[in-house]
């Protein structure tokens, strides 16, 4: 019971957001071509500054990879599940970008890292450990599988030379420098350091409002109407990325005999609803950036059943 009300405190305080967001726009005060800005402000500047933050203060351990590599391979097979799905509900190019991306990536930083604070509010050190475990296992994959998805199937105006690329300018984005340099900065850098220090400062003032700019993306492309045609297909897309992403994290945690925090850990992530990078992914290449809003929208309200589900039948509770 805990664990069910503290999954519906944190996701109505989401939700109510993201409904905010749109009443907002109902009556004027935003507009939808804002949600590019909003992108573009994640993708170039919030979005870094977090993984920059986080990879810089963790403290790498064996078994963080170990929980990477399950979040990676179950979000590798809920791609190609969403790939599937696309493929029997013949959705169009752009939006079969917004399936794939919505079953395949899960909100582990906007939902997971406060509801594991909610739940463990005595152990600051567990939140930092499920920042640096979300970060590895899910920002890799994001910021070059999906964006190969988003950029393949939203940018089909675009000849091959420029696909390559295009693709292959994450290589150089902000995401993937601030990557690489967190990693490299979690090793040498002193955050003693007084110069280091006011950097790490400022960093976390620009990180904390990567959670609000996500839902007010979300928000600003969420059209309610037509709903009724998507139900089969927001069904499938949840199943995916609520039930079986965990399940395919689960029994190969418990066989490495990994510690009961970290399979925890773990099985909350894996069960979280879907990213609203997918949404801010699809934006920025061409894709279907309305249905991704739609799909996270939904996959958030059912996650309030879902994980209180997958922490009973993982015997976590």
Same mark, same amino acid.
């Given at each position: ?9 944190t ?5 109510l ?5 749109i ?11 804002y949600?590019?800005?909003?992108s ?8 870094p500054? #977090?993984?920059?933050? %986080? *990879?810089?203060h &963790? ?5 963080? /990879?170990k $929980?990477?590599? =399950?979040l ?13 799905i ?44 499920? #920042?640096?475990?979300? %970060? *590895?296992?899910? &920002? ?5 599988? /999906?964006? $190969?998805?988003? =950029?393949?199937?939203g940018?089909?105006?675009?000849s091959?030379?420029?696909?390559r ?12 420098v601030a ?60 199943f ?8 395919l ?9 990994l ?36 799909l ?22």
């Amino acid at each position: 019971m805990e664990i069910q009300l503290r999954a519906l405190t944190t996701v109505a305080v989401l939700l109510l957001l993201i409904f905010g967001v749109i009443w907002f726009k109902h009556i004027g005060l935003l507009k939808e071509e804002y949600g590019r800005m909003c992108s573009t402000l994640i993708t170039k500047v919030t979005l870094p500054a #977090v993984i920059l933050l %986080t *990879l810089t203060h &963790a403290d790498f351990k064996w078994d963080y /990879g170990k $929980m990477s590599i =399950l979040l990676m391979a179950a979000s590798f097979v809920c791609l190609g599940l969403g790939w599937l799905i696309a493929r029997i509900f013949r959705i169009n190019g752009p939006g079969t970008a917004a399936v794939i991306l919505t079953a395949g990536f899960s909100s582990s930083s906007v939902l997971g890292v406060p509801l594991i604070g909610e739940l463990y509010p005595d152990s600051k050190q567990l939140v930092v450990d499920t #920042v640096v475990i979300s %970060t *590895l296992g899910m &920002a890799p994959l994001i910021i070059t599988v /999906g964006t $190969m998805i988003a =950029l393949y199937y939203g940018a089909h105006e675009l000849s091959p030379k420029q696909r390559r690329r295009e693709t292959l300018a994450y290589f150089r984005s902000p995401i993937f420098v601030a990557l690489v340099l967190g990693i490299v900065l979690g090793s040498l850098t002193e955050h003693e350091n007084s110069f280091v220090h006011s950097i790490l400062d400022g960093l976390r003032v620009v990180s904390a409002g990567n959670t609000m700019m996500m839902l007010l993306t979300v928000g600003l492309f969420m059209q309610l109407q037509d709903f009724k045609g998507i139900v089969g297909l927001a069904i499938c897309i949840g199943f995916v990325n609520l039930i079986v992403m965990p399940l395919l994290t689960m029994p190969p945690a418990h066989a490495m005999n990994l510690e009961h925090w970290e399979i925890e850990v773990l099985a909350l992530e894996s069960a979280m609803p879907a990213g609203a990078i997918s949404v801010v992914l699809c934006d920025a290449y061409g894709a279907d950036a309305r249905l991704a809003a739609k799909l996270v929208l939904v996959t958030i309200a059912a996650s309030v059943f879902t994980i209180p589900f997958i922490f009973l039948i993982s015997g976590l509770l």
